[in-house]
């Protein structure tokens, strides 16, 4: 019995086992572990959750999803999510220590956060239920998930180099040169014409400030004192009275776009750029108006007005623009291709 047992289990081992092997070996395989050969988006992206105050790992594309969902609304057109999906895939590998970028400067050991006014928004699956409803989460998760996934490793380059891919929510009309919201021109961030978003809503809102208010917001004096002297009962009377400058806030330079570079504010000059961080303005492309104790500033957009309008970008899909056409028009002379993890891009 012992002996057809033993028999019995190398006919198996020769069946299982050692054929298989002399056959992959015959026709010029070997066995052995896997080489790293995943591109860049399969890779994890460290991530900065401001909700959480923790640093997660993720799936990049699945990251992608998370900053699509939560950048534009998921009513807009298929290829306008696709532009913002190869946007903010763009985005997010330009700053990734593993494609030769620095990683996120506010949170350490993080390649980026989730903070729009620094990195890229983002939202769990969770949230983007909750935000809009479980009635439009299965049709809305699915069209985002579709299109991160067709285009799936797509980034923006410029002369072989991944690019800042700038994007905003509304430009009024007109995006602007990177040089005149922030310091240095860039080639592929050109101010083009966007008048075809008149058919959407122009954001357009209006904010009143106090002179205390402008004041304490910004640490500005807009008030001069001015002494008069009187005679009373034969001698002379100083009287120092205050008032508000006569000019208490100046624009001095604008972009052809209408965006402020430079405004005065009382006694001191800020960028526009500043201005809008400082008292929570919706975008730079401004007027004001001054009456009594209050100045009235009304902005037009939203966002810094360089590289993408987003809602731009929804009209454009809407006329039956596909999202490198859309990209295109944003980022002047760029090229969308796949980003391979040991390319040089």
């Not at 239920?129 to 069209?143: F, L, P, T």
């Not at 985002?144 to 797509?154: F, K, M, W």
């Not at 380059?157 to 021109?185: F, K, M, Q, R």
Request: contains cysteine; aromatic residues 8%.
């Amino acid at each position: 019995m012992g002996k057809w047992i033993v028999l019995g289990v190398g006919f198996c081992f020769l069946i299982v086992i050692a054929i298989p092997l002399i056959t992959v070996w015959g026709y010029g395989f070997s066995i052995k572990p896997p080489e790293d050969g995943l591109s860049l988006s399969d890779h994890t992206v460290k991530v900065f959750v401001v909700s959480l105050n923790q640093i997660l790992d993720m799936p990049l594309e699945e990251y992608i999803e998370g900053v699509v969902a939560a950048e534009m609304p998921a009513s807009f057109g298929i290829e306008a999510l696709k532009a913002q999906a190869v946007a903010a895939r763009t985005f997010a590998l330009k700053r990734m220590p593993v494609s030769g970028g620095s990683g996120c400067g506010n949170h350490p050991g993080a390649d980026i956060c989730t903070d729009h006014r620094h990195c890229q928004a983002w939202i769990s699956q969770d949230e983007l239920r909750e935000r809009i409803g479980n009635v439009n989460y299965r049709r809305y998760s699915q069209k985002i998930r579709d299109a991160v996934e067709s285009t799936r490793g797509l980034v923006m380059t410029y002369e072989g180099n991944l690019i800042e891919a700038c994007y905003h929510s509304a430009s009024g009309g007109a995006t602007d040169n990177a040089e005149e919201v922030w310091p240095g021109a860039v080639p592929y961030l050109r101010g083009v014409s966007t008048e075809f978003e008149a058919k959407e809503p122009d954001f357009r809102e209006e904010n009143s400030f106090t002179m205390d208010d402008l004041e304490k917001k910004l640490g500005v004096v807009v008030r001069k004192k001015t002494s008069s002297v009187y005679t009373v009962a034969g001698k002379s009377v100083q009287v120092i009275s205050e008032g508000r400058m006569d000019k208490p806030i100046e624009i001095l330079e604008a972009s052809k776009a209408g965006r402020v570079n430079r405004i005065r504010i009382g006694d001191k000059i800020f960028s526009g750029y500043d201005l809008r961080t400082l008292l929570g303005l919706s975008s730079t492309k401004m007027t004001y108006r001054v009456a009594g104790d209050k100045v009235y500033i009304t902005t037009t957009g939203r966002g810094h007005g360089v590289g993408m309008s987003q809602y731009g970008a929804n009209v454009m899909a809407s006329a039956g623009k596909n999202f490198s056409e859309i990209l295109s028009h944003y980022y002047l002379g760029v090229s969308i291709e796949k980003h391979e993890k040991d390319g040089s891009k």
